[in-house]
T-cell receptor, first 112, second 114 residues
Framework: ETGVTQTPRHLVMGMTNKKSLKCEQH?????MYWYKQSAKKPLELMFV???????ENNSVPSRFSPECPNSSHLFLHLHTLQPEDSALYLC???????????FGPGTRLTVT | AQSVAQPEDQVNVAEGNPLTVKCTYS??????LFWYVQYPNRGLQFLLK??????LVKGSYGFEAEFNKSQTSFHLKKPSALVSDSALYFC????????????FGAGTRLFVKA
């Protein structure tokens, strides 16, 4: 248990659905991250929030929309996804000055 | 631009033998270097980091890594492998001049045979 939780753990959605992924950290960190992990590919950084402000947006398609209402919660809103968006979506958090990240267990997303 | 290379897709080692998982990096400025491990159906778990100071860093579960600036390497090592060490290992680098962007390698699968 790393102190970072993600819900749901598994999600199957059609290409016309709208869904949201939720991440919560109980570590007192003030930076939060979304990553995409696909088979046979390196981890892809999607978004970074620091003090609830988006500081990195890694050329992610607009069908992915992040939201960070406070330093403990991070959402990823999904709409009109494509089958190639099927992957494991990982949330992470970090403490200022510590540099290492603490990851949640991920949400396994399947787009049909 | 930052990059990380893990040249081996898989490393096989017998239990009790030493293990090495290789990593080389490229970054402008001073590197912050990390190793993470991922077990099946889990997120990544932080093992150790190099920020500054002693080139040999020790981390969780008996793992250590050596920072070699001239060879731009940060290989992960353990003197005696356990079957339970079998997992996917990721090397990562961040530019020490600031920012939040961490680049991860493609991962190396470690298989420890009993």
């Amino acid at each position: 248990e790393t102190g970072v939780t993600q819900t749901p753990r598994h999600l199957v959605m059609g290409m016309t659905n709208k869904k949201s992924l939720k991440c919560e950290q109980h570590l007192g960190h003030n930076a939060m991250y979304w990553y995409k992990q696909s088979a046979k590919k390196p981890l892809e950084l999607m978004f970074v929030y620091s003090l609830e402000e988006r500081v990195e947006n890694n050329s992610v398609p607009s069908r992915f929309s992040p939201e960070c209402p406070n330093s403990s919660h991070l959402f990823l809103h999904l709409h009109t996804l494509q089958p190639e968006d099927s992957a494991l979506y990982l949330c992470a958090s970090s403490h200022p000055g510590a540099h290492e990240q603490y990851f949640g267990p991920g949400t396994r997303l399947t787009v049909t | 631009a930052q990059s990380v290379a893990q040249p081996e897709d898989q490393v096989n080692v017998a239990e009790g033998n030493p293990l090495t998982v290789k990593c080389t990096y490229s970054v402008s400025g001073n590197p912050y270097l990390f190793w993470y491990v991922q077990y099946p159906n889990r997120g990544l778990q932080f093992l150790l980091k190099y920020i500054t100071g002693d080139n040999l860093v020790k981390g969780s579960y008996g793992f250590e890594a050596e920072f070699n600036k001239s060879q731009t390497s940060f290989h992960l090592k353990k003197p005696s492998a356990l079957v339970s060490d079998s997992a996917l290992y990721f090397c990562a680098v961040r530019d020490g001049t600031g920012g939040f962007k961490t680049i991860f390698g493609a991962g190396t699968r470690l298989f420890v045979k009993a």
